[in-house]
């Protein structure tokens, strides 16, 4: 089965400062990954996914990914906070073989920015 | 733009009182989900559907329903809402084809009093 662990669900950066957000997988084979965002009372926001392609994924808002593999983590970073970045943060994994829809969700993380 | 779009996006409603809650897509998915969340957690799926073949969750309440009448459209009907049933709820759409990211709704704040 496939499941996610978001280490820290409370991050605090200062504007300017570099983010950074854990996710690791747990997969028997490299799955599919995804980070999405969510603001408050909105639904969530696709950032960025890995589909096998290139290990370093680029993103929207600045934000980009690297999937390693070996430490099976897939962690989102960003060179410099904006007080807009101030949202919850969602790291999901699918599975390709997995016959099913079924997306697993990390615990999220909420990212505050400080100014 | 082609979106996801849920209405209405609060909804208030009595205790026991039937709700339905509405999602419609100009993505062309096959593919929509039902998700409900509620505070500081994650989205957890009540259900989805592949074109029409309908997929329940296990642990899913009966007093959760859903009805897909075409392509575009999606429904949420709760049957008898509890004061547990207070929640956020999520609309995605995917593609069959892989990797399926999900596109999302922007949500319906369900509040039952």
């Known amino acids: 089965a496939q499941s996610v662990t978001q280490l820290g669900s409370h991050v605090s950066v200062s504007e300017g400062a570099l983010v950074l957000l854990r996710c690791n997988y747990s997969s028997s084979v490299p799955p599919y990954l995804f980070w999405y965002v969510q603001y408050p009372n909105q639904g969530l926001q696709l950032l960025l996914k890995y589909t096998s392609a290139a290990t370093l994924v680029k993103g929207i808002n600045g934000f980009e990914a690297e999937f390693k593999k070996s430490e099976t983590s897939f962690h989102l970073t960003k060179p410099s906070a904006h007080m807009s970045d101030a949202a919850e943060y969602f790291c999901a994994v699918s599975d390709p073989e997995n016959t099913g829809n079924q997306f697993y969700f990390g615990t999220g993380t909420s990212l505050t920015v400080i100014p | 733009d082609a979106m996801v779009i849920q209405n209405p996006r609060y909804q208030v409603t009595q205790f026991g009182k039937p709700v339905t809650l509405s999602c419609s897509q100009t993505?062309?998915?096959?593919?929509m989900y039902w998700y409900q969340q509620k505070s500081s957690q994650a989205p957890k799926l009540l259900f989805h559907?592949?074109?029409?073949?309908?997929?329940n969750e296990a642990d899913t309440p009966d007093n959760f329903q859903s009805r897909r009448p075409n392509t575009s459209f999606c429904f949420l009907d709760i049957r008898s809402p509890g004061l547990g049933d207070a929640a956020m709820y999520l609309c995605a759409t995917s593609r069959v084809k892989r990797p399926r990211e999900q596109y999302f709704g922007p949500g319906t704040r369900l509040t039952v009093t």
């Open positions: 993505l062309n998915h096959n593919v």
């Open positions: 559907y592949y074109d029409k073949d309908f997929n």
